[in-house]
């Protein structure tokens, strides 16, 4: 129960700034830190067992049916995340706290950045693939939330689409891939995962699968050609960008691949994939961090290059190559997340990020620039920090790889640049900013000089801590460090992790001498930045940004051409293609059946069958016949819709004949209100051409469905009846199996659709509340309506009607679970009863002896439903399983109550309240008097 609180806290947390920023900034800060901090701390009382190997799990069904539970896991893996996620993360809040403008919301951004904190946590948590996803998703959207904090800039607003557009198109293609893989494997469940590695590959979807979560992976995490978004997203705040997108966010695709790597991975497909997108990334952003001349753009192109290092790493597979991706991990964690906190105090205190207008800052901002020194250090890979010790690791693993075949040679020289390229902008990050005099246009120059100083101690602490951390892991690595990259390590390639022995010396050999060239090299190049950079602006880039608008501009301008093509206003059109494609499709099943008859005889006809269909047959035509005479052609269909609830009678479905009677009744008095604003008579067919079409279409679609009735009706077909039916009283406490269908076994879809209900009913209220449209004083004839609106008789008949329908409403909610009835077809009795009470005396006389307000009637339905289902997690069962048993009462006898019977009544009021939001408002809006412009 401990794993659950952890991503709970942190949920929780969000809440906290909401109600705390009225106290101020300082306490808002510091009561948002409790949670975090509260979860780090069960996260590190789970440390010593998982650090043993011990992988801890903690399981909650949710919808086993979807494969689906709240299952959570703290492995060595889970341990490396949950500790930079809650620890940088704790660190990046305290640092908000104080570089955020008096101005600013503070609360909302806090709220954002925990919402984004669970997210991260669930990812690193999930132990099953659907939950995983759902917590990716949310990354997505709390990121765009973060990135568009500044939503009055328009940089924050594109770079939150872009991050939202690339990320949420490598969710959806991540989902295909998962349930692909649940398909393979027959579990979602990771543990069963992993353990299935052989039967992945095996599988004839492998490719695909690959190609699937590789492509959500390398979107999340801005491996090439995704890395686009990445740099556009450094329009957020600085504690977003030390946050999101480099200590967490673009971290969860190599989460991501490092935690499918025993169940993908060890294949030629996943390890040429990921060392060729690698190679790619990390050369490709190296490159274009020297070049940019923005601060936080150098940091987010350096951590393209990072992310591309790891992804090689783990497509390189060995053992140590796992041990070296696992390690970077974490150190580029840290000195990068000290980085953007140096970078956003500078930003801060000269108001710039341009690294030509900086220089010569080390008089003014020494500690700044000690810190920047640090970590700058680090991210060059320079002993004795703990960025050498990992760069070590991948000059060791290129020089011994075989991916690439003959290719492979090619390995170490491009890594080998990588690390030449690395060095120079991190050079020239340290020596631009604090050493080298500022290179200041003749513009600039006439502008006053920039003066600056060292931040207060709440904005040092958190980037120095960090960077001293890069400092300590590189010079005590196996006190530090080893415990948690061997369980990390253990938990992504299981026993064949190696016995680390990390240090800084391990004498004179190739990879030392690669680092001694790097270094030298990147020097050089840093020598020659200034003319690459000439070079490279003979070859302008374009912007992403610009290319995405653009790439989005015509995605919508071809939509929109489509839509006008297809949709022109006529229903007519509409309804043709719907039949078009219905034809299509039932054709092609068709066409495969070699007979249409099959091997079952048909039922005998009767004269009453042969009544029925005749009936609706001739109501059917009639409606179509009298389609200008409304009225008539509405008493034609509600012939074919009595006749269907007498077939349902004729065929022993009792529940669905009077449901279908109810929702027929309700349904003619909708069409009728609705019928009422719309012309009297309207305009006659403009061609026989057009009648021709619509009767062909309408012959062929009748002859179609007609076969296809036919073929099914004639062939054995498998039923789910027989298991409804032998399970209905053990398991749903019930013998009327069609209620017990929808309070239990199928309680969830009932869920849904009486929420859809509600949620048309409120919409409905709401866009029909004030709304007033005049009511013609006499019909198209000229014949004037009649003074009295209301009915003498009607009134009365409804007076009496109304205590007998309301006890029919209760007896036939009462009998549902054991007898034909139920909530839904209660709720609709009731609706009909109230509705014929406005109709008979009018909306004011009604709702002055009948105060209800329908929105909370529907929404309380709603309540309770959801209520019940969360009920049966107390007693730790999946969401909506109900409960029966029978009891004894003196005088009355044995008598049944079930759970469900609280569900129903849910569905019962929310069936009401819908119902009479929908008519009620509908027959009110007509008003004798014409409303004036003022008045709409």
């Known amino acids: 129960m401990a794993l659950l609180w952890i991503p709970l806290l942190t949920l929780f947390g969000a809440l906290v700034p909401v109600f705390t920023t009225r106290h101020g900034r300082r306490a808002c800060t510091l009561a948002t830190l409790v949670a975090p901090l509260l979860a780090l701390g069960l996260v590190l009382a789970q440390a010593p067992a998982v650090l043993d190997g011990e992988v801890i799990t903690f399981t909650l069904p949710w919808m086993p049916l979807l494969g689906l539970d709240l299952a959570l896991r703290i492995d060595g893996l889970t341990l490396l995340f949950a500790l930079l996620i809650l620890g940088i993360g704790s660190l990046i809040l305290y640092y908000a706290g104080h570089y955020l403008a008096a101005d600013e919301d503070d609360g909302r951004f806090l709220a954002y950045m925990m919402l984004f904190m669970t997210a991260m946590i669930g990812i690193a948590m999930a132990d099953n693939l659907l939950l995983l996803w759902l917590f990716w998703e949310l990354t997505s959207i709390t ?77 999340k995490s801005a491996q090439f050609p995704f890395h686009f978004w990445l740099p556009h997203a450094m329009a957020a705040p600085t504690p977003v960008s030390a946050f999101l997108h480099s200590a967490t966010m673009v971290k ?37 961090a020297l070049l940019e001349r923005d601060l936080k753009g150098i940091l987010a192109f350096s951590t393209v290059s990072h992310l591309g290092l790891i992804t090689l790493l783990l497509g390189l597979g060995s053992p140590l190559a ?45 500690i700044t620039g000690t810190m920047v020194i640090l970590a700058g250090s680090a991210m060059a890979g320079f002993p004795p920090f703990n960025g050498f010790l990992s760069k070590e690791m991948l000059f060791e693993q290129s020089l011994v790889n075989n991916v690439l075949g003959a290719l492979s040679a090619l390995i170490p020289l491009l890594v080998m640049l990588a690390a030449t390229l690395s060095v120079a902008y991190s050079l020239r990050l340290i020596w631009s900013l604090f050493f080298a005099a500022p290179k200041l246009t003749r513009e600039q120059k006439a502008q006053p000089p920039l003066k600056a100083h060292d931040p207060a101690r709440g904005m040092l602490a958190p980037g120095l801590f960090l960077a001293a951390m890069s400092l300590a892991v590189g010079l005590f690595p196996m006190t530090l460090a080893a415990p948690l990259v061997n369980a990390a390590s253990l938990a992504v390639q299981g026993d064949t992790s190696p016995l680390l022995a990390l240090s800084l010396w391990h004498g004179l050999n190739l990879p030392l001498a690669m680092s001694l060239v790097a270094v030298i090299a990147g020097g050089l190049v840093l020598r020659q930045q200034r003319r690459l950079a000439d070079i490279a602006a003979l070859f302008p880039a374009r912007d992403a940004s610009r290319v995405f608008e653009a790439a989005v501009l015509r995605v919508i301008k071809a939509a929109l051409w489509l839509t006008m093509r297809l949709e022109n206003g006529s229903l007519q059109r509409y309804q043709a293609l719907l039949v078009l494609t219905a034809l299509a499709m039932v054709g092609v099943g068709l066409a495969n059946l070699e007979t249409l008859t099959g091997e079952r005889g048909l039922q005998p006809l009767d004269g009453m069958l042969v009544l029925g269909a005749a009936l609706m047959t001739f109501g059917a035509i009639g409606s179509a016949l009298s389609h200008r005479w409304r009225l008539v052609s509405l008493l034609m269909l509600s012939v074919v819709g009595l006749t269907v609830s007498l077939t349902f009678v004729r065929f022993s479905a009792p529940d669905l004949a009077m449901t279908q009677l109810s929702v027929e009744v309700v349904t003619m008095i909708l069409l009728i209100l609705a019928l009422f604003f719309l012309p009297q008579r309207p305009p006659l067919l403009v061609s026989r051409r057009r009648i021709l079409r619509d009767l062909v279409l309408a012959t062929a679609l009748g002859g179609v469905v007609a076969m296809l009735n036919y073929a099914l009706l004639t062939r054995e077909t498998i039923s789910i009846a027989d298991y409804f039916l032998r399970e209905s009283v053990p398991g749903g406490g019930g013998t009327n199996v069609v209620n017990v269908i929808l309070v239990d076994f199928r309680g969830f879809d009932t869920l849904g659709e009486i929420t859809v209900l509600t949620l048309a009913g409120l919409a409905t209220f709401k866009l029909l509340n004030r709304m007033k449209l005049f009511m013609p004083a006499g019909n198209l004839e000229g014949i004037r309506w009649s003074r009295h609106r209301y009915p003498m008789i009607l009134a009365v008949v409804a007076q009496i009607l109304l205590p007998l329908a309301l006890l029919v409403s209760v007896y036939i909610f009462l009998r549902g679970h054991n007898q034909p009835g139920g909530g839904f077809i209660a709720g609709l009795i009731t609706a009909v009863a109230l509705i014929l009470q406005y109709m008979a005396r009018g909306h004011d006389w009604t709702r002055e002896r009948l105060p209800l307000s329908y929105p909370v009637v529907a929404v309380s339905g709603l309540a309770i439903a959801v209520a019940t289902g969360l009920a049966s997690w107390l007693f730790g069962y999946p969401f909506l399983t109900s409960a ?6 003196p005088l009355i006898g044995e008598f049944e109550l079930a759970s469900a019977m609280l569900f129903d009544l849910g569905v019962y009021l929310a069936v009401v309240g819908a119902t009479l939001m929908i008519l009620i408002n509908l027959g009110r809006v007509t008003t004798l008097h014409r409303p004036r412009l003022e008045e709409r």
Do not use: C
């Open 143 to 219: 990121s765009f939330l973060l990135i568009g904090f500044w939503g009055h800039r328009s940089d924050a607003r594109r770079g939150a689409r872009m991050a939202l557009v690339v990320t949420g198109a490598g969710g959806l293609a991540l989902l295909a891939g998962l349930l692909l893989i649940g398909e393979a494997v027959g579990s979602f469940a990771m543990g069963e995962v992993l353990a299935a590695g052989d039967a992945i590959r095996a599988s004839s979807h492998y490719p695909l699968i690959l190609a699937l979560v590789l492509f959500g992976a390398f979107t």
């Open 252 to 288: 969860a695709g190599v989460f991501l691949m490092a935690r499918l790597t025993p169940a993908l991975g060890d294949s030629q497909l996943w390890a040429i994939s990921l060392s060729l997108v690698g190679l790619a990334t990390m050369l490709y952003a190296a490159w274009f």
């Open 322 to 366: 796992i041990v070296a991706a696992v390690f970077h991990i974490f150190n580029h964690a840290t000195f990068k997340a000290a980085l953007f906190m140096s970078v956003g105090i500078i930003d801060h205190e000269t108001g710039t990020r341009d690294i030509d207008r900086l220089g010569a800052l080390w008089s003014m901002m020494p």
């Open 884 to 889: 029966f048993g029978h009891f004894h009462l």
